[in-house]
Each structure stands twice: as C-alpha cells, then as structure tokens.
T-cell receptor, first 113, second 111 residues
Framework: AQSVSQHNHHVILSEAASLELGCNYSYGGTVNLFWYVQYPGQHLQLLLKYFSGDPLVKGIKGFEAEFIKSKFSFNLRKPSVQWSDTAEYFC???????????FGAGTRLTVKP | NAGVTQTPKFRVLKTGQSMTLLCAQDMNHEYMYWYRQDPGMGLRLIHYSVGEGTTAKGEVPDGYNVSRLKKQNFLLGLESAAPSQTSVYFCASALGRTEAFFGQGTRLTVV
C-alpha cells in the first residue's frame, strides 16, 4: 500500500537555525511530490512541488526540497528559519498510476524567537 | 474568486444523526477530494472524484458517502454519525494530478 512517512513529529528550533524535514514514500514508480504548510487555524497551502526535471526545487518563503529517487525521499529544507515559519508541514504524493493525493502525518515546527 | 468554500464551518451532531458537508469550487477543477484531519495522523483521504459524476474511495471511506452531481460541487455525507467521526474535514480541488487548493475546513463534533 502506498504510504508517506514523515519521521519528525515535532521539531523545535531557534530563529536563524537551519531546517530539514524528512519525507519518504513507498512506491517504485513515477510520483508527483508536494510540500504543504498549515499555519495555526488555517487551511493547507502549497509550499512547493516536484513533477520532473531538476530534483532541487525552490518554493515560496525561502523553502526548497530535494528529490532523491534512489532513497524515495523528498526532504524539505530552509537555511534560516523565522518565528513566522511556526506551522505544521505536510508531505504529499500522487502516484503515476493513481489519482488520489496521500499525505504524511505531518511535522509540527515550532520556532522560538 | 472564492476558491474552495466549505459549508458549514462548525457543526455539532448527536450520535446517529445525519448530515451533509458541501464543498464548492469556482476554479473549474476536475479533481476534488475530501480529507479528515486528526491530531498525529495528518490528512487521511476519505473519498475523491476525478470528474463530474465519478467518485472513488480513499483510505478511510467507511461511514461516509459522496456525490459529484455538478462539477463545481462535492458533497460528503454522514448517514449515521459516530463519535469516531469527530474531526476537522477539509475539501480540496485540483486541475488534475497536480497541486490541490484547500477549503478552510469544517470542524465536526459528534456527541
């Protein structure tokens, strides 16, 4: 069965620290990959996406993610976090032979000022 | 341009009652999804639709039904609500197998 794993449940960082959130999926075929962010009390918004091409993709607010096919991973990174990045982050996958979008359990990021 | 609108935003049901959640999108999207969000479990797909008149089951379809009679609307029904269905429900729409746009959510409590 298709699954999306986010290993970090809660990450606490100080402002200006670097961030890396892990995302792995269990499927050997072609995938479309996404990172979404949910700020407190709000709905999900797209941070970035990967369909094909350059495996390093840049998104909004200084976030980037790297697709490593051999590791089935799509980790999210930011060089220097801000207090305003406090939110929950979700990785999502759509498989090439399917039409549904599946999400990981999410990682809650708390940035201390 | 409202995007994705969910109705209602909050609801309290008694066990055994029924209700319908409405999702409306004005972006002419083909794909629509219903998710539930529970603490520590992320978003779990309930049902989805890839076009008017089509629906398919997701990860957790039991206890829910859906209909997509019009392209812009995707209805989620609970025939006999149970406390286990207490959750926040999100609707989303997409052009295709691409990024989804989410509604603001419906907070449902079943007592």
């Amino acid at each position: 069965a298709q699954s999306v794993s986010q290993h970090n449940h809660h990450v606490i960082l100080s402002e200006a620290a670097s961030l890396e959130l892990g995302c792995n999926y269990s499927y050997g075929g072609t995938v479309n990959l996404f990172w979404y962010v949910q700020y407190p009390g709000q709905h999900l918004q797209l941070l970035l996406k990967y369909f094909s091409g350059d495996p390093l993709v840049k998104g909004i607010k200084g976030f980037e993610a790297e697709f490593i096919k051999s590791k089935f991973s799509f980790n999210l990174r930011k060089p220097s976090v801000q207090w305003s990045d406090t939110a929950e982050y979700f990785c999502a996958v759509i498989l090439s032979n399917n039409n549904d979008m599946r999400f990981g359990a999410g990682t809650r990021l708390t940035v201390k000022p | 341009n409202a995007g994705v609108t969910q109705t209602p935003k909050f609801r309290v049901l008694k066990t055994g009652q029924s209700m319908t959640l409405l999702c409306a999108q004005d972006m002419n999207h083909e794909y629509m999804y219903w998710y539930r969000q529970d603490p520590g479990m992320g978003l779990r797909l309930i049902h989805y639709s890839v076009g008017e008149g089509t629906t398919a089951k997701g990860e957790v379809p039991d206890g829910y039904n859906v209909s997509r009679l019009k392209k812009q609307n995707f209805l989620l029904g609970l025939e006999s609500a149970a406390p286990s269905q207490t959750s926040v429900y999100f609707c989303a729409s997409a052009l295709g197998r691409t990024e989804a746009f989410f509604g603001q959510g419906t907070r449902l409590t079943v007592v």
